[in-house]
């Protein structure tokens, strides 16, 4: 076989391949609001949802058994893949999501798409959810208990939560394990955002740092290799990186948490 025959076979497959895929690696990025049936606001958290990827059949594409869903003020937005690309006879027109929360029936109608991209990324139209439910306290949420026998609650990692006892992870004593009767439990609060602010200390540290760098340089004088206002500029490069990585180490050591109360005799019944 000639070269030039041979290139032109190579080059019938590569076509032939390229029409058989529409995408890359499948990537859903799912945004939008969660409220209750009625329309009320719902409590903000995380919410595990069944996700399914529709072609018009009567079967789906793709199911994702557990998302889960970070819910706050009652928007979420988040990305779910990659997956293995798909080929082009596994579509139609009628491409679908859909969402469904546990012990729930499917939420209708389902989301269409908006656009698929070569890449293999999936955009859809804003998703509104609505559920009865309540947020995930599976072992490893970080909670806050009012205890009718302690005036100051308890903040901890929840290990395990039973009608009997509660177990959580002591967040100031690290590998402590602390037990706590669950006919005690006068409050339950969920962090529905637990953050450091190393990143903030950084930014804050090199501004301050060069400021205070270039201050101090102000005795510098020019000598006959590097001129007053070079030696300033280093100096202020220095106290730059000096701050920003003291203000890093002192904004990770700060934490803040947004705390979502649940109303206590919903958290006794999913307790038994």
């Known amino acids: 076989m000639t070269s030039s025959r041979l290139a032109r076979w190579t080059l019938m497959l590569i076509t032939l391949a390229a029409t058989e895929v529409v995408a890359g690696p499948v990537k859903i990025h799912l945004e939008g609001t969660l409220t209750g049936h009625a329309g009320e606001p719902t409590f903000d958290g995380v919410y595990p949802v069944t996700v399914r990827l529709w072609n018009g059949g009567t079967d789906p594409i793709i199911t994702v058994d557990t998302v889960r869903v970070s819910v706050i003020k009652g928007m979420f937005r988040t990305h ?95 590998g402590l394990v602390e037990k706590y009767d669950f006919d005690s439990l006068t409050a339950l609060d969920i962090s529905t955002r637990f953050r450091r602010h190393g990143q903030v200390g ?53 934490t803040t948490d947004r705390w979502q109360s649940l109303p206590i005799d919903r958290v006794r019944d999913r307790a038994r």
């Open 80 to 174: 779910i893949g990659p997956y293995a690309v798909l080929a082009r006879e596994m579509f139609s027109t009628r491409k679908s999501l859909s969402f469904q929360f546990p012990d729930e029936p499917e939420i209708s109608p389902r989301t269409p798409f908006l656009r698929m991209a070569p890449s293999g990324e999936i955009h859809c139209s804003p998703i509104r959810l609505s559920t009865s439910a309540m947020p995930v306290t599976d072992a490893g949420t970080r909670v806050r208990l009012g205890l009718a026998d302690q005036s100051k609650p308890a903040v901890g990692i929840l290990l395990s939560m039973s009608s009997r006892q509660i177990e959580l992870l002591d967040a100031s004593r690290p």
């Open 202 to 254: 950084l930014i804050a540290g090199i501004a301050v740092g060069a400021i205070v760098g270039y201050t101090m340089g102000s005795g510098e004088e020019d000598d006959l290799s590097t001129s007053k206002e070079t030696k300033r500029a280093f100096d202020s490069f220095a106290g730059a990186i000096l701050g920003g990585l003291t203000g890093y180490l002192l904004g990770n050591s700060v």
